[in-house]
Each structure stands twice: as structure tokens, then as C-alpha cells.
């Protein structure tokens, strides 16, 4: 019978974490690079939305353990929760940073959620250009944060 054991379990949080980055961020780079350029040259919504409508299903669990595994592992590095407010060292300077990262991309995909898709039209395309490229952007600040973890941090 094979035990986990406190390496078995950490190895496996970090690959949940990678799993859930990997999806997140491809799935953006995808949309960004992919899908925008066409929907925006063909002024379609539909486009974005088809893919949003299929990705969401993959794309949300992702970030959810992400946010998960990403908090276990920062009590992992940083265990005082006080000094991810106040950082004193490099990892509670990554997990803040983190944090915030996470805090601006839920208020993107708020703001998209409630303000832009409900309304949205070909005249509008420009504005959620904006927040997928936004988006994309900070799935790509989360792996290159992410990243710093192996060296203690920023």
C-alpha cells in the first residue's frame, strides 16, 4: 500500500496548482490570441461568446483550484497570514502579490460578467478586448509569480 507522507501531499497540491494555471492561462492565451483577433476583424460577439460558453466549464473549476491549492501552499511558505498584509519577507511579498493579482482578476471577470456581456454588441467588442487582454495579462503575472515560489519569492 503506498502512504502519503508530507512530500506525497505537497507534491500533489503543487501539481493540482500547475494543472489549474496550465488550463487557466492557455485557455486565455487561446482566447486572446486565438479567438479576439477574429471576433474583433469580424465584429462578431458570437464568436467570444461560444468560446467563453465552453471554456467556462473547464476554465472556472481551474481558477477555483488554483485559489485552493494556491492558499494551502502559501500557508505552506508564508504561515502567518498577518504578514501577507504587511510583507516582511520574499515569499509573503509573492503571496501579497498574488493575492492581489487574484483581486484584480475577479474584479475584471465581475465587471465583465455584470456589465459588459449582458449588453454586449459588436460596437461594444472594443471594451471586452480590453478585459480578456487585461485578464490574460494576469494569468500570465500568476505563472511568472508562481515561478519565483522555487526561488523563495520576489
Do not use: N
Request: hydrophobic share 55%; aromatic share 8%.
Amino acid at each position: 500500500m503506498w502512504a502519503f507522507d508530507s512530500v506525497h501531499v505537497y507534491l500533489v497540491i503543487v501539481g493540482l496548482h500547475v494543472l489549474g494555471a496550465t488550463v487557466w492561462t492557455g485557455g486565455h492565451l487561446v482566447l486572446a490570441l486565438g479567438i479576439l483577433p477574429g471576433a474583433l476583424k469580424a465584429r462578431d460577439p458570437a464568436l467570444l461568446l461560444a468560446f467563453e460558453q465552453r471554456y467556462e466549464r473547464v476554465g472556472l473549476p481551474a481558477l477555483l483550484l488554483q485559489v485552493a491549492t494556491g492558499l494551502w501552499l502559501a500557508l505552506q511558505r508564508a504561515p502567518d497570514w498577518s504578514g501577507w498584509l504587511t510583507p516582511d519577507s520574499t515569499a509573503e511579498r509573492a503571496v501579497t502579490l498574488k493575492l492581489a493579482t487574484l483581486l484584480a482578476t475577479l474584479t475584471l471577470a465581475a465587471s465583465a460578467r455584470c456589465v459588459v456581456l449582458p449588453g454586449l454588441t459588436a460596437r461594444r467588442l472594443p471594451l471586452l478586448a480590453a478585459h480578456i487582454l487585461a485578464v490574460t495579462v494576469l494569468s500570465v503575472v500568476f505563472v511568472v509569480l508562481g515561478v519565483t515560489f522555487r526561488r523563495g519569492g520576489i
